[in-house]
Every structure is written in structure tokens, then in C-alpha cells.
């Protein structure tokens, strides 16, 4: 249903970041200046613990991943004894899809927990006006609204702005460059997607790309037969769908196979998961389908390479067994580490303004190759990736430099095209 963060643990699995110990100065390294009440604000903090606050909409379990990995991540701080010898408490709240939950809950987080952390939201925009109106809250969550993540208080693992990376499409124009020419896509009719699908559509045009199609259909829609006759009615040779979560893509993988119609298929993390090709009607009905995200194999295919994806998928078990990972538990997780990162920096008498301060210093951050370098304190958006297949029912690495190499396994080729 979204692209995300795209989709992303502690001291021995550490992210590359630039955290240091912050002084307790009203100064900073971007932005408009800290409050100054901030530095004394100390809401959700005791002497043995820290409570943090995540408002996520839990409907029929849409993203309930980003508050497992937020729990799993405070879990596997919390068995290494916690940050500076408090324990973190996470503070879930579903906002049940509904607006005025989601401000409500917020304001809730506001008065009572620390700090937000892994909040995943189609309705965060009504929250984003409390954290808007209260810059000392500090908000590590990956928003789907492009204001509240505007704000100086904001921060993400997967810094996102208008526009979209141009380096897997660049992949795909040289790989297939008659197929570009009679693309499509599908996409479910949520404000988030359909703003994610245009900032894509603009870079692919950019490119050359020639898009015939892109319906936007309800997000509770099972059946595409009619979209899939008319695409191959059309002629469509690329199909694009880095928007679908894997149910949606399933769907779609079992209509275009009893269509007997087989274009290129790309897909994108929301559509990453062990249940896809179950649910698609086995490997031979995605077999052959691309997948590029920016982020490691998390599932597994990758841990053999990136020690950090095994700590990542055992505390999620541990906190939540036999919890289908997804990408929105990975950017649970991402979230954080990051917190938890800037929590250390800020010493052993954390405010609010000390962990703002701490993560506006944070330029480097990649989770132990989790996800490519990102710099969550200059909210600038990641340009590398991975291109991967599914052969023989499984993901795979495809045409990606090593893991050991300087991009750690990423193809970093091809700058970020702005629509904004």
C-alpha cells in the first residue's frame, strides 16, 4: 500500500553514524533553533526507564510490523543492559485508520512518553499538527504525510522527499528499452500511494518511459482480471509495482497467470515477503519478477553476509513469535536504533532537547548494512539499492557489487530526481 522506507542492532551491530556526546547547548547543526525549555524537559524519563510513544494504524494488522520492530528493538537493548542503565519502554497505540485517533494518541505522546519512535500512519497527518505545534517533541517515525515530515523535529532512517531515486529505473531502461516504452502499473487509491506512484511516473518520464496505464483501484480490491485483459488488450510489456504491498501482488500475480499474460515484472519492498509466492499460486506464477528496494535482503537471503539481519529477525521472533517480518517491522526497528542512538549520545541525564540535538548530528546511519548510508539529520533520500529476482520461489541478488565491497552490496549509480 505504500513505498516506504522503505522501507532500514545496538552496540555490536551499530549503525555507521556520526553521534557523539552533545552538550547541553541550545545551538544546532541545522535547523531552526531547539527550544529552550527542551533542554529541560525530561516528560517520560525516570531513573530506571525511558518510555517512548508509537501511533500506528493496526487495522486487520496493516502495520502492526512497525510496532514489533520498534518492541523488538528496545527488547534487544534492553537484554544488553539498556541505554545509560535505563530500560525502554514502547508505548503502542492503534489509531484504528481513523484521524482523530491518530491526533488524539499523539497528544497522549506529547504529555506522557519521551519521544515518538517507528510510527507508521496513513492518517499521520493529524498527529503531524501536534508534533508541529510542540518542535521539543522529538519524532523518529517514517511519515507518510510530506509535512510532518518536513519538520525540524521529524527525523527518519529513510529520509524521503518529493521525487524518487533514478537508479533502479535506469537499471531497467538500459536492461529493457523497447519494454519501457509500453509500461504500467497498478496502484491502490490511497493518498500516500497515489503521491508515491506520481513522483515516480516523473522520474520514469524523465527517463523516456512511456506509461500506458495506471489505474488506482481501492485498497480492499481482490480481483484485477478487467485491469489485466485491458493492459494486455494495450500492449503493456513492463509492469511496475513497487507500490503493492504482497497481497495485492499476489492477487495480481494469480490474474495475470490465468491470463496467460506474462510482461516484466518489477517489484518493490512492500511486496518483499515469504508469503508472496504462496500466495501468488506457487514459483511459477513469479518466477523471473525483479525486485529493487533500498535496503538488504532482511528476510534472510542476505544474513549469511550481514550479521545484523539475524539480530534484526531473532528479536522479532522473540517479542512477537511467529510474526510474518515485513518492511514496516524493519522500519520499526530502524527508528529505533536510531532513537537509541542519539538516547546514548545525549548522556546519562537525557531531555528532549539534548536526543533533538544528538540526532541533528546524526549524518551516517546504515543499522549494520540494513539499509544503505543514509543521513536522517540533513534528511537527504537515499539513492542507492538493490536489484534482486525471484528464481525458483526464492529472492535473490541480481548484478549487485559485493556486500564487502565500499557500498556494502549496494549499486550506488544514479542521483535522486526531484518533483519538489
Same mark, same amino acid.
Request: aromatic share 8%; charged share 10%; proline share 6%.
Given at each position: 500500500m505504500i513505498a516506504a522506507c522503505a522501507v532500514m542492532a545496538a552496540s555490536m551491530l551499530s549503525a555507521c553514524s556520526s553521534t557523539q556526546?552533545?552538550?547541553?547547548?541550545?545551538? $544546532? $547543526?541545522?535547523?531552526?533553533?531547539? +527550544? #529552550?525549555?527542551? !533542554?529541560?524537559? &525530561?516528560? =517520560?524519563?525516570? #531513573?530506571? &526507564?525511558?518510555?517512548?510513544?508509537n501511533v500506528t494504524t493496526e487495522v486487520a494488522g496493516l502495520f502492526t510490523g512497525a510496532v514489533v520492530g520498534t518492541e523488538a528493538y528496545a527488547a534487544y537493548v534492553n537484554s544488553q543492559g539498556g541505554v545509560n542503565g535505563r530500560t525502554i519502554i514502547v508505548h503502542g497505540v492503534d489509531d484504528g485508520f481513523a484521524g482523530a485517533t491518530n491526533k488524539q494518541a499523539t497528544q497522549y505522546a506529547l504529555q506522557n512518553d519521551f519521544a515518538i519512535v517507528g510510527s507508521v500512519s496513513l492518517e499521520d497527518s493529524f498527529g503531524g499538527t501536534v508534533i508541529a505545534a510542540n518542535p521539543q517533541l522529538p519524532d523518529v517515525s517514517a511519515s507518510l504525510d510530506p509535512a510532518t515530515r518536513a519538520l525540524p523535529n521529524n527525523f527518519s532512517p529513510n529520509p524521503t522527499k518529493d521525487g524518487y531515486p533514478l537508479g533502479p529505473l535506469t537499471y531497467f531502461k538500459k536492461k529493457f528499452p523497447a519494454q519501457i516504452l509500453h509500461a504500467a502499473t497498478i496502484i491502490a487509491d490511497l493518498p500516500a500511494t497515489i503521491r508515491a506512484w506520481h513522483n515516480e511516473k516523473a522520474a520514469m518520464e524523465h527517463l523516456g518511459y512511456h506509461v500506458l496505464a495506471d489505474p488506482a483501484l481501492p485498497?480492499?480490491? &481482490?480481483?484485477?482480471?478487467?485491469?489485466?485483459?485491458?493492459?494486455?488488450?494495450?500492449?503493456?510489456?513492463?509492469? !511496475?509495482?513497487?507500490?503493492?504491498?504482497?497481497?495485492? #501482488? $499476489?492477487?495480481?500475480?494469480?490474474?495475470?497467470?490465468?491470463?496467460?499474460?506474462?510482461?516484466?515484472?518489477?517489484? =518493490?519492498? +512492500? $511486496? *518483499?515477503?515469504?508469503?508472496?509466492?504462496?500466495?501468488?499460486?506457487? #514459483?511459477?506464477?513469479?518466477?523471473?519478477? *525483479?525486485? &529493487?528496494?533500498?535496503?538488504?535482503?532482511?528476510?534472510?537471503?542476505?544474513?549469511?553476509?550481514? +550479521?545484523?539481519?539475524?539480530?534484526?529477525?531473532?528479536?522479532?521472533?522473540?517479542?512477537s513469535p511467529g510474526f510474518p517480518t515485513d518492511f514496516t517491522a524493519l522500519e520499526g526497528w530502524l527508528c529505533a536504533e536510531l532513537f537509541v542512538d542519539a538516547l546514548r549520545s545525549a548522556g546519562s541525564n537525557p531531555t528532549r532537547g539534548s536526543v533533538l540535538q544528538a540526532l541533528r548530528h546524526i549524518t551516517s546511519f546504515s543499522s549494520g548494512n540494513l539499509i544503505p548510508v543514509s543521513n536522517p539529520a540533513g534528511k537527504v533520500p537515499i539513492t542507492c539499492y538493490l536489484i534482486g529476482q525471484v528464481v525458483g520461489g526464492a529472492f535473490q541478488r541480481l548484478d549487485d557489487p559485493p556486500v564487502s565491497g565500499p557500498t556494502h552490496g549496494y549499486r550506488c549509480d544514479q542521483p535522486y530526481y526531484s518533483t519538489s
Open positions: 556526546t552533545i552538550g547541553q547547548t541550545h545551538s $544546532s $547543526s541545522a535547523g531552526p533553533p531547539i +527550544p #529552550a525549555s527542551a !533542554f529541560d524537559d &525530561t516528560t =517520560g524519563v525516570t #531513573a530506571k &526507564t525511558v518510555t517512548i510513544g485498497p480492499t480490491q &481482490t480481483d484485477f482480471t478487467q485491469q489485466i485483459v485491458a493492459m494486455k488488450n494495450a500492449g503493456v510489456q513492463i509492469l !511496475f509495482l513497487e507500490q503493492e504491498p504482497q497481497n495485492y #501482488a $499476489s492477487a495480481i500475480f494469480r490474474d495475470l497467470r490465468q491470463q496467460n499474460f506474462h510482461p516484466v515484472v518489477v517489484l =518493490g519492498t +512492500p $511486496s *518483499y515477503s515469504k508469503q508472496l509466492v504462496v500466495n501468488s499460486g506457487g #514459483a511459477d506464477a513469479v518466477d523471473g519478477a *525483479y525486485l &529493487t528496494q533500498a535496503s538488504s535482503l532482511f528476510l534472510g537471503e542476505d544474513a549469511g553476509v550481514i +550479521p545484523a539481519i539475524s539480530t534484526f529477525n531473532t528479536w522479532v521472533q522473540k517479542v
